[in-house]
């Protein structure tokens, strides 16, 4: 059963943007946080931007502070990731993650969207 799908990855040159989304079944959105992560082959899964807890409190990774803004919109249990000024190195698989809400943690992820890709050229 499929309970997280994400959509909105593709080619982008760098500086360029894209916006992802990631539509949760109403249990999942209901019960856990939700982020994204991303990986590139033979390097581990990391945390990109998550909100962590019901207050809406959001992390971000270093790299992408000032430049990608999570949001989500309950009405459409449906968790974002807008992605501005993009550089090669965002290049990697998008994965929107659902999590006990309070922890970031990779491994702590319950559950897991099948993966969007995103290429940005330079």
């Known amino acids: 059963q499929v309970q997280l799908v994400e959509s909105g990855g593709g080619s982008v040159q760098a500086g360029g943007s894209l916006r992802l989304s990631c539509v949760a079944s109403v249990f999942i959105y209901g019960t856990y946080c939700l982020g994204w992560y991303r990986q590139v082959p033979q390097k581990e899964r990391l945390g990109v931007a998550v909100?962590?807890?019901?207050?809406?409190?959001?992390y971000y990774d270093t790299s992408v502070k000032g430049r990608f803004a999570v949001s989500q919109d309950n009405a459409k249990n449906t968790l974002y990731l807008q992605m501005n000024a993009l550089k090669p190195d965002d290049t990697a698989m998008y994965y929107c993650?659902?999590?006990?809400?309070?922890?970031?943690?990779?491994?702590?992820?319950?559950?897991w969207g099948q993966g969007t890709q995103v290429t940005v050229s330079s």
């Open positions: 993650a659902a999590l006990p809400c309070g922890t970031i943690v990779t491994s702590e992820a319950i559950h």
């Open positions: 909100i962590y807890n019901r207050d809406g409190e959001k």
